[in-house]
């Protein structure tokens, strides 16, 4: 746990810390403290605490008494998921918002509101979802290789209903995901690291999601999910391949924070466009997946398997592992491997789909 201060005695705020926390001066009035062993609730209280007692009681200098007042941003540091820099700029942004609200209070960075009551502290928790367009389904098919290192592995998309979607997030308006995608794509990805538990353990796991679920909040819970660094390295969050152009979506720093807790980034629907190097440079994906259109019946027409040859070269040099999927004819398979494809996509349903 993390917290920067805003206090005029550092004397008075050592004296109300525990004796296994640590607080440093970083620069005129302000102060890093770092809270070890506590949960969300526990800190939103005991942060409530030590602004009550630091605030209590003024100073005295040459019998004149001062006042003190003393604000505090919690954040949360949940190791793989540590952006020192980010948190920094954060909680100080959340203090001159906390001082100029009249001072002497608690700020939540990791609240939706930041909202500076202790109750509401924490992302929301996961659960059912009533969105009134139907049940949430889960759609696996195999990973299969298309080169001897490829090794198998499965991939899983979301759906209400019986439409399957990435993350859900096509089925219903972006207006009405706009407070509730980051929790939904919690849920589907907490599914998806049950079933690969009980159906392919220790499996690859590609999953589709949208970029506009991620949010610090979001990569800090996903480590409650995924809690085994070798469950993350083997775990490929796809993201459309119009990230990061399209407006609200996730910025570059969050994909860092997935990174450096071990997931590999990929790039699915992946076509011809213009731009498409410029996006896949900014976003240096593990895997690409290309849109249907381009690998289908490309054993079959010459001008294809160019057209398809050409786009690889440009891609090429970025050292992702390519994918294809809905073809599985061999004359189509024999080209993707000469073009050095990595893996495809079975057509088959793979397990139970709900």
Known sequence: MWATWCCANSPRLQHSLRSRDFAARIGGDEFVVVFGGLNRPEAAVLGKRLVEHISSAPASDKGKLIPFSATLALAEISPPFIDLEQILLQTHSLLSRGKNGGRNRVEL???????????????????????????????????????????????????????????????????????????????????????????????????DIEADAIKPWVCTELNHIFRQESDRASCVLLLHSDFPTQPGTASLSDMRLLRQAGFQIGVRNVGDGSTILEHLQLLAPAWIRFDPALTVNVGRYAKKSEALAQIIEILRPLEARFIAEETEAEEDLKVLRELGFHAYYAEAPLGPSA
Do not use: I
């Open 109 to 207: 960075a990791w609240s939706a509101s930041g909202s500076a009551d202790p109750a509401q502290a924490g992302a929301p928790e996961g659960g059912a979802y009533d969105l009134g367009e139907g049940t949430l389904v889960q759609h696996a098919r195999e990973v299969r290789p298309l080169v001897p290192e490829g090794g198998l592995g499965s991939h899983l998309a979301f759906g209400l209903g019986s439409e399957t979607w990435p993350m859900v997030a096509p089925a219903v308006s972006r207006a009405r995901l706009a407070n509730r995608l980051g929790e939904m794509t919690l849920q589907c990805l907490k599914r998806a690291q049950e079933w690969r538990q009980k159906m392919r353990p220790g499996g690859v796991l590609h999953v």
